[in-house]
């Protein structure tokens, strides 16, 4: 990282920090899965073709780092995480939390709670939360800007549970495969658009 790098890195540990301030082993997976995703993001910067996407680099390290800060408050015990509600809800949750903390301290956090919300899966449609059933509001939470595409493909290249190596291309493809065609080809699509084989 460079030395604007590790500004970003800190604006997004002190925000960690406000939120989980106990040295726990939720809290160590958490940076440790979200320091995966940023390297990842980094890493996918270096490709040629997404140089010329223009992404802004201290965005996506402090949005790469923030992008799962709201599954402390979600039951899934697999991983550590106590909270109560359900998991799929995590980046509607982080984005919510990122929120109220710009409207208490007046930061422009906004961009890191659209990270948040636009990060799981390869996105998530009304449509794909109507036919799913899931607990989560009926809209489009698709990633939009470079920034919240990158750090959702970067995303899935890392889970948090198991030994939490890093994933194939191809094993994040047949994974994609049961959500059906229209995740598959937006998957593509970002593989695309930033040069992933």
């Known amino acids: 990282m460079n030395p604007s790098d590790r500004a970003a890195e800190q604006t997004a540990l002190e925000i960690i920090g406000f939120f989980y ?8 997976m958490l940076l440790k899965h ?10 996918l910067l ?3 073709c997404a140089r010329e996407l223009n992404a802004v680099r201290e965005t996506v390290v402090t949005g790469a780092l923030l992008h799962d800060v709201g599954i402390g408050r979600c039951h899934a015990p697999d991983i550590l995480c106590e909270g109560t509600e359900p998991y799929i ?9 990122l929120r109220r903390l710009a409207a208490e301290t007046g930061r422009d956090l906004e961009g890191y709670a659209r990270i948040c919300e636009r990060h799981t899966g390869t996105g ?7 036919r799913q059933n899931l607990p989560l509001p009926e809209r489009d939470f698709l990633p939009e800007t470079v920034e919240e595409k990158l ?6 290249f890392f889970s ?24 598959l080809a937006r998957w593509h699509a970002l593989c695309r658009l930033f040069g992933v084989d």
């Open 21 to 28: 301030p106990e040295d726990t082993p939720f809290r160590q």
């Open 34 to 43: 979200s320091y995966q995703v940023c390297g990842k993001a980094l890493e």
């Open 46 to 48: 270096d490709n040629p």
């Open 89 to 97: 809800a995590h980046g509607i949750i982080g984005a919510e939390m």
């Open 124 to 130: 998530l449609t009304a449509a794909d939360i109507r």
């Open 151 to 156: 750090i959702c493909l970067a995303d899935k």
């Open 160 to 183: 948090k549970s198991g030994d939490m190596k890093e994933k194939s291309p191809d094993r994040i493809c047949r994974s994609m495969q049961k959500f059906g065609p229209d995740t």
